[in-house]
């Protein structure tokens, strides 16, 4: 059985709400869960929910903590930047007494980056990376157009975002979306990339419309460049709907099924798995 | 790469557009003639086009005739990727 504990825990910058999902048994480690983007996590909630709970079966203890500023934590989007998201991360880690036990990071979409910075930050023994954003420049775009798609294109307008970031240049906020985005986290955006710290396994993870899937090819690129860096990584993709942004929520079964064989299969559970029988 | 199958593949998961994906020829009219494709969608292509080849799209690199027909998407795509 899995046990699910709310609490809120008192990081430094305000009030965090954290939900625990637990194995029955003792622990064999830990992952910690550092979500996707505004809307892109409200979409992702279920599919989260139904991960943490299969990967608490196979006896991980979950960590499901709503950043600053977003979920039923304290404390505004619009005052929230990445840098004290990763600082929070890092401080829940430090709280815990076993820090035998490993550790994995678990970042979707722009939650990798999160990810690959708490691991720089705060150690840690895997990453497991779901749909990663790779460039934060890229994300940044993508997520401005957002509030252009409204607009019409008719007429073949580019989504031009330009007018958009020289209002965030200018020291402005903006409104996406329903959400404040300051213009300090679009400057932390823009800058941000995925770089894991040096020699940490990882598993990515990500979703394919083929009914055959791979690998999308730019993927296929990066995941090349992170295994030249030194990393171990395990790929794979698995078909499903593209649940972070599709219009009604959606589950892919096969990337929870995915991800409990993932952190199984990494050398770091198998001794562990001595420790704790 | 098979550009011109990744490019349908790729409006294929934005646009839902089951069979219709395997009958577009480079003279298929895009815009205006598929009524999923409206701004919002063009938005999506894009996103997703830029996710799925790892190039970025910038603002100047896309003009009306960008999304005339297939052929003209798969030229742009192309293009891109150099």
Redesign the interface.
């Known amino acids: 059985m899995v046990r699910i504990e709310p609490r809120y825990l008192d990081a430094p910058g305000g009030r965090l709400f954290c939900l625990d999902v637990m194995p029955a048994g003792p622990a064999r480690g830990y992952v910690f869960h550092l979500p996707a983007f505004a809307e892109e996590m409200n979409k992702s909630r279920r599919m989260v929910s139904l991960a943490a709970r299969a990967l608490a079966d196979a006896g991980w203890h979950v960590f499901i903590v709503d950043p600053l500023g977003s979920g039923d934590s304290e404390g505004d989007f619009g005052d929230a930047s990445l840098a004290s998201w990763v600082t929070d991360a890092a401080w829940c880690r430090q709280q815990l007494p076993a820090a035998d036990l490993p550790w994995v990071w678990w970042g979707l979409r722009s939650g990798a980056l999160l990810a690959s910075q708490a691991s720089q930050q705060a150690g840690g023994d895997a990453l497991l990376l779901w749909q990663p954003v790779s460039a934060g420049?890229?994300f940044l775009?993508?997520f401005l157009?957002?509030r252009?798609?409204?607009?019409?294109?008719?007429?073949?307008g580019?989504?031009?975002?330009?007018p958009l970031r020289a209002m965030l240049d200018a020291g402005e906020s903006l409104e996406v979306g329903g959400y404040m985005l300051s213009p300090a986290m679009a400057r932390e955006l823009e800058l941000a990339e995925l770089k894991p710290a040096a020699g940490l396994p990882l598993c990515w993870l990500e979703i394919s419309?083929?009914e055959e899937p791979e690998l999308?090819?730019?993927?296929r690129?990066?995941v090349d460049a992170l295994r030249a860096a030194g990393h171990d990584v395990q790929a794979s993709a698995h078909n499903g709907p593209?649940f972070w942004?599709s219009l009604e929520i959606s589950e892919v079964p096969a990337l929870v099924d995915a991800s409990v064989a993932a952190l199984a299969s990494l050398s770091l559970a198998e001794a562990v798995d001595g420790v704790v029988a | 790469m098979d550009i011109r199958k990744e490019t349908a593949a790729v409006l294929d998961a934005v646009l839902n557009l089951g069979a219709r994906a395997a009958s577009l020829t480079d003279d298929s009219p895009l815009l205006g003639s598929i009524p999923e494709l409206d701004s919002m969608a063009v938005v999506a292509v894009i996103t997703s086009l830029e996710e799925h080849f790892g190039f970025e799209v910038s603002d100047d690199d896309i003009d009306g005739s960008t999304f005339q027909t297939f052929g003209s998407l798969v030229g742009f795509v192309s293009s891109k990727l150099g």
């Open positions: 420049k890229l775009t993508q157009r957002m252009l798609a409204t607009e019409s294109l008719a007429g073949g580019a989504a031009d975002t330009k419309a083929r999308l090819p730019a993927s690129q990066r593209m942004q």
